[in-house]
C-alpha cells in the first residue's frame, strides 16, 4: 500500500491468527473459555468467521468476541460482514474473492481500519496489493476439513511465488489451511520467496478451535512461529 495511507493503522501482529471455528469446539468447552485461553497462550489476533449465523447472532458473537479481545488488548477482524464490522467498531475486516472489492469495502469503513483479503495465486495478490488491502491470507496451503477448499491447495512453494508479489510493500501476510503444529515450521521455511519474502504469520481454525487444550494449542504454534520469526 504505498501512495496511500497518511493514516495511521493499527501495528498488527500477525504470528498466531485464530479464525475461529464454533462448530468444532470439543464438548465441555464453550466458545468463549475456548477463544480466552488460545489468547492466553498466544493468539495475536482473532477473526470471527460464522457462515451460518443469522445476523443478530453474528452481532452477539462479535460483540461478546470484542469485548475479550479487548480485555487481552488483541486486534478483532469480522469475517465478510463490513455491517458488523462497524457495528463493533472491528479492527478490520476480511474478505474473499467473491466479496465486495477491497476498494469498495475501504470507502465504506473508517479509514484507519485493517482490510485483508484471501489470495490463491500471484495475480490475485497483485490486484490486492494494488486496491489498498493491508493484509492477504494465502491458501489453502494444505488440505483441510475446515472448509471446502477444492482445487485450491497451493503447497508452500505457490505461497513464496505469491510473497514475492509483496516485495517492497508494507502489506503483510498470512497462510491458511491445514496448519498445525506439526508441520508449521516446514510450512514456514517453505514458503520463503526465491527473494527472501517470509511469511509474517499463520492462520489456523481447527488445531485450536477443535482441542480439549486451547491454551496449550496456541503454545506450541506461536512458539514457533516466534522462533522462525527471530531467526528469519
Ligand atoms: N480459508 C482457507 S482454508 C480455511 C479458510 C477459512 C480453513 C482453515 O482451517 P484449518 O482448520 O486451520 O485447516
Ligand atoms: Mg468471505
Redesign the pocket.
Known sequence: NTGRSQVSKPEIDYSLYL?S?RE?LPEGITYLESLEQAIQGGVTVVQV?EKNADTGEFLKIAQETQELCNKYNVPLIINDRIDIALAIRATGVHLGQTDMPVSVARSLLPAETIIGI?CNNPEQVEKALNEGADYV?L??V?G????D?TG?ITGPRNVGAMLEKLDGSNVKAVV????KSSNVLRTLHGSVSTTGHVLDGV?????I??SKTPKDAAHNLSSIVKAFKHVS
Do not use: M, P, Q
Not at 483441510?144 to 472448509?147: G, H, L, N, R, S
Not at 491458511?176 to 496448519?179: A, E, N, T, V
Not at 492462520?203 to 488445531?207: F, I, K, R, T
Open positions: 479464525v471455528g468444532l468467521r484471501s491470507g491458501g489453502a494444505y483441510t476439513a475446515t472448509k477448499v485450491k491458511i489451511g491445514g496448519i492462520a489456523v481454525v481447527s488445531d478451535a477443535a
